[in-house]
C-alpha cells in the first residue's frame, strides 16, 4: 500500500516562502503523475500543481503559476512544494496525492488520484 506523509507547513506573513515535502513510501513508485491540491475551509480541494514522475513534465494552476514549483528526487521518492511570495489567499489544508493508473496528461481532479497524504496546513496571514 502506498503511503503519502506530507510536512513543512506553518504560519507565515504575507511575501514570506515556504517549502512542503511529501515522503512516498510502502511500495514502488509508479511512472503516474504526483501533484499538490489545497482545501481552504468551506471550500473544494483544488489542484495546484502536478508532475510525471519519470519526465518531470509539470502543470500548474494558474493563480500559483510564477510563485510556486513542483520538483521530485526519484532516489528518495520525495515531491517538494516551493511556494514564494505567499498570499492571505493561499491558506489552506495542502495535500500530497500520487496517481496509480495511466494517463497522457496531468490530472487535475481530485478523484483522479488514489493516494493521498494527512495534509499540512499553510496559513498566510497579512
Known amino acids: 500500500q502506498v503511503r503519502l506523509v506530507e510536512s513543512g507547513g506553518g504560519l507565515v506573513q504575507a511575501g514570506d516562502s515556504l517549502r512542503l515535502s511529501c515522503a512516498i513510501s510502502?511500495?514502488?513508485?509508479?511512472?503516474?503523475?504526483v501533484g499538490w491540491f489545497r482545501q481552504a475551509p468551506g471550500k473544494e480541494r483544488e489542484f495546484v500543481a502536478g508532475?510525471?514522475?519519470?519526465?518531470?513534465?509539470?502543470n500548474y494552476e494558474d493563480a500559483v503559476k510564477g510563485r510556486f514549483t513542483i520538483s521530485r528526487d526519484i532516489t528518495k521518492k520525495m515531491v517538494y512544494l516551493q511556494m514564494n511570495s505567499l498570499e492571505p489567499e493561499d491558506t489552506a489544508v495542502y495535500y500530497c496525492?500520487?496517481?496509480?493508473?495511466?494517463?497522457?496528461?496531468?490530472?487535475?481532479?481530485?478523484?483522479?488520484?488514489?493516494?493521498w497524504g494527512q495534509g499540512t496546513q499553510v496559513t498566510v496571514s497579512s
Open positions: 496525492a500520487h496517481r496509480w493508473r495511466s494517463t497522457v496528461s496531468i490530472p487535475i481532479l481530485a478523484n483522479e488520484y488514489e493516494f
Open positions: 510502502g511500495g514502488p513508485v509508479s511512472t503516474y503523475p
Open positions: 508532475m510525471t514522475w519519470n519526465s518531470g513534465r509539470t
